[in-house]
């Protein structure tokens, strides 16, 4: 089995607790600044919690319909947001899994620095097209901006 991967990260001037709050609430936060990308995230199973699957419903700019994910990992205390994709278009036929390993991490000037590794695991030999990583690398750096922008101008998300 084969992988592609793709790195992002944005620098924050919140803190590393601020940015893992809000990103906690992406499913709430996400169709509401990026409804073009994200029509609606729901829960199929869980309470929010490690185990809990949900159902994304991809917007009109993304060339997916939709797809399932399972929250693998919520570490508060090091803030590590993992879950893994198993199920949708957006695997492409060509992809057991897709598995997104968050981290923030806190930089010396009271910042932080948004870190998502995002990794296809491929059926066969076949990988994703260099566009569709560039596009998806894009996608979550702009999605990432628009809900910290969000979250600044709505500190209820995080108080």
């Known amino acids: 089995m084969t992988t592609a991967s793709i790195e992002v990260e944005v620098a924050s001037t919140y803190p590393a607790e601020t940015v893992f ?4 609430k992406f499913h709430d936060i996400a169709p509401k600044v990026s409804p073009q990308a994200f029509k609606s ?21 993304i060339p997916f319909t939709s797809g399932k994910f399972k929250q693998d990992v919520i570490d508060v205390s090091n803030f590590i947001y993992n879950y893994t994709f198993f199920e949708g278009d957006n695997l492409m036929g060509i992809l057991d899994s897709i598995n997104h390993h968050v981290k923030i991490v806190p930089s010396a000037e009271g910042g932080c620095v948004f870190k998502q590794t995002v990794i296809y695991n491929c059926k066969g ?9 560039n596009f998806e690398k894009e996608l979550y750096e702009k999605t990432y901006k628009a809900i910290e922008a969000y979250a600044a101008a709505h500190p209820e998300v995080y108080n």
């Open 21 to 24: 709050k809000v990103f906690n």
């Open 41 to 61: 995230i729901e829960i199929l199973e869980g309470d929010g919690g490690v185990g809990t699957i949900r159902l994304f419903t991809f917007g009109d700019d």
């Open 125 to 133: 030999d076949e990988k994703p097209p260099v566009d569709v990583l």
